[in-house]
């Protein structure tokens, strides 16, 4: 028989066969799962280095020292590497502000355009994008309440898109991982299930506070039953071990945002020139918090000022040219050390290690208390992002763990969740120790920044069915892992095209924001429902919405804008291994083979 397969191998499929795999996939539905993955392939959370676990070697006292040796040096250099990743989110914040401060105070000085809630959140969500800083962001709101430019009501929507605005660092980190598609996958999915937190708890929060305020008038009654002295700022951890570096690249005055976001027109650089006066009397440093920035004393005497000890003293760039600068070589080193970390890790994580590693991180408590376990993730993440006094670093720096699979979907979300409420306590702690013609009006902010966290933790944790984050980021991991260029689309949709439509329409009124958003919303729900029976009550729709098969395929399927997109940016990032798929595919399906002439 010309066509028998002898000794059950199986030859190299031909592109026929591999067509017809792809034509089959595509009949089957929509689903943008990676071929072989959902049966009988290979766990995307899984370590690859297990399969030496369990072979033990007789080693040398010389070979045992040499691993002790080199043991020693892998963990000096993951956690130098560690520092200036962390280091390098400074920098990429302060040079984010530098390149958005201006219009970021800009965008805060239309009352009429705050007045309306959508936009409100918008502008939060921008601004905290354009400053990388949620407390740069409250600073400014607590300003302009306490000058009486904004009202408390109309703070709540921007301190929601504060929230949001934060979660697109760990975004940014997790698209350094992208060379390896399960590492991507399991990254970006880890820092989807944050943004995706955000913003469900924001279009359940923003409807019922613009028809209750409720977290107004809650913070307002937490507010009278305290009694509230001023006190001094939280010790900052994290600072005190990156200043002595991060001052020595560049430093600035932030309080000049907040002036021009308050109508105070200043034409000066943000970049600190002087830093200290000559003969100040011991103890009467000011105290720098994050609703009271440090600001320049431009009263004193030239003579008497101390100059700033940094790379961009008296330089003759602009604030936009030091901006770029910065970017560039902030971005430049956190990839850097985000790919020497994650090499490093995989280096020292292997066999037995890496599986008791993942087993203590990802355990719970035995029968019947497994439930506390979620909970205790939620005060740990709580108390890092304390002891850390940014949330930003806390999660950017979950993101490698979950891609190297140390840290599992499921205990992460608990982990972002209590990060959030984590910043919310370092904000009150900074809002007790601001002046006192700016207390109440600062540790109200910081109450109603709370209470929005712990909404939505009781909206999307409390109850396991109501997890929606976990099952929607694992999705779009699954997205990102077939077709990479989704990551950056997502990016750019959710941080930047969204806000910007949703900006533009609020200017246009809140008749034309409810005439064009409102049908979008309804059609993405109508999508949204149908896709849900679709695949758990297909026998509920009629015949014609069983599938999405009678529209074309470009509406349907991400497989044409692939093609187009991989024709435009033909590297390797923006591929999806695609005919790698089908031959593995192939391969893990031998009727497959069998079926065709070979």
């Not at 028809?211 to 009278?224: D, H, N, Q």
């Not at 949204?528 to 009678?550: D, E, F, G, T, Y």
Request: hydrophobic residues 50%.
């Amino acid at each position: 028989m010309p066509n028998s397969l002898a000794g059950g191998q199986f030859p190299n499929p031909t592109l026929d066969a591999i067509d017809l795999v792809d034509l089959n996939l595509r009949n089957a539905g929509t689903s943008s799962s990676i071929p072989g993955l959902e049966e009988g392939g290979t766990d995307p959370w899984a370590f690859p280095q297990q399969k030496n676990a369990d072979k033990l070697k007789e080693v040398s006292t010389a070979s045992r020292l040499h691993g002790v040796v080199v043991g020693f040096l892998k963990a000096c250099g993951l956690l130098g590497n560690l520092y200036f990743f962390i280091c390098s989110l400074d920098i990429l914040g302060s040079a984010f502000q530098l390149l958005g401060s201006r219009m970021a105070g800009d965008i805060f000085k239309d009352n009429v355009v705050l007045s309306n809630p959508v936009a409100g959140l918008v502008i939060g969500v921008l601004v905290t994008v354009l400053v990388q800083s949620s407390s740069t962001s409250s600073s400014i709101v607590v300003s302009m309440v306490a000058s009486k430019l904004l009202t408390v009501q109309m703070s709540v929507p921007i301190i929601m898109g504060v929230n949001v605005g934060t979660s697109i660092t760990s975004t940014l980190v997790s698209m350094a991982q992208s060379g390896d598609r399960e590492e991507f996958q399991r990254a970006f999915s880890g820092s989807a299930v944050h943004g995706i937190f955000n913003w469900l708890t924001v279009l359940v929060l923003l409807p019922l506070e613009s028809a209750t305020a409720a977290l107004e008038r809650l913070s307002g009654l937490a507010l009278g039953a305290a009694s509230l002295q001023p006190g001094r700022q939280a010790p900052d951890i994290l600072k005190a071990l990156t200043q002595p570096f991060t001052h020595l690249v560049i430093q600035l005055d932030t309080g000049m945002i907040t002036s021009s976001a308050m109508g105070n027109t200043t034409n000066g650089s943000l970049i600190k020139q002087w830093c200290d006066v000559q003969g100040k009397p011991p103890g009467s440093n000011e105290e720098c918090g994050v609703f009271h920035p440090c600001r320049e004393n431009s009263t004193v005497a030239p003579e008497n000022r101390v100059p700033c000890h940094h790379l961009f003293v008296g330089t003759g760039l602009t604030d936009l040219a030091v901006g770029f600068i910065l970017l560039a070589g902030s971005l430049l080193v956190l990839c850097t050390c985000l790919v020497l970390i994650v090499k490093l890790l995989n280096s020292v994580l292997q066999g037995r290690i890496a599986q008791a590693v993942k087993t203590v991180i990802n355990a719970d408590f035995p029968f019947p208390f497994g439930w506390l376990s979620g909970y205790l993730a939620v005060l740990v993440g709580a108390g890092l992002t304390f002891l850390l006094q940014s949330s930003s670093v806390f999660t950017a720096a979950i993101v490698p763990l979950m891609g190297v699979g140390i840290i599992n979907l499921e205990r992460a979300y608990p982990l972002f969740v209590g990060s959030n409420i984590g910043t919310t306590t370092t904000a009150l702690l900074a809002a007790l120790a601001s002046p006192a013609d700016m207390l109440l009006f600062a540790v109200q902010v910081a109450l109603i920044h709370f209470f929005f966290n712990l909404a939505g933790i009781l909206l999307w944790y409390l109850v396991p069915v109501l997890r929606l984050p976990i099952p929607l980021a694992k999705r779009f991991g699954d997205l990102t892992a077939q077709y990479r260029w989704v990551a950056i689309v997502y990016l750019l949709f959710t941080f930047l095209l969204l806000p910007l439509a949703a900006f533009g329409l609020s200017l246009a009124g809140g008749s034309v924001l409810a005439a064009v958003g409102g049908p979008l919303v309804g059609l993405v729900l109508f999508i949204v429902l149908i896709n849900v029976l679709q695949k758990h009550r297909p026998s509920w729709l009629p015949p014609c919405l069983r599938s999405w098969a009678w529209l074309p395929l470009w509406l349907h399927s991400l497989e044409p804008w692939d093609r187009l997109v991989t024709r435009c940016c033909p590297c390797s990032a923006c591929s999806n291994s695609r005919m790698t798929s089908k031959v593995a595919h192939c391969y893990e399906n031998p009727e497959v083979i069998a079926s065709q002439q070979l």
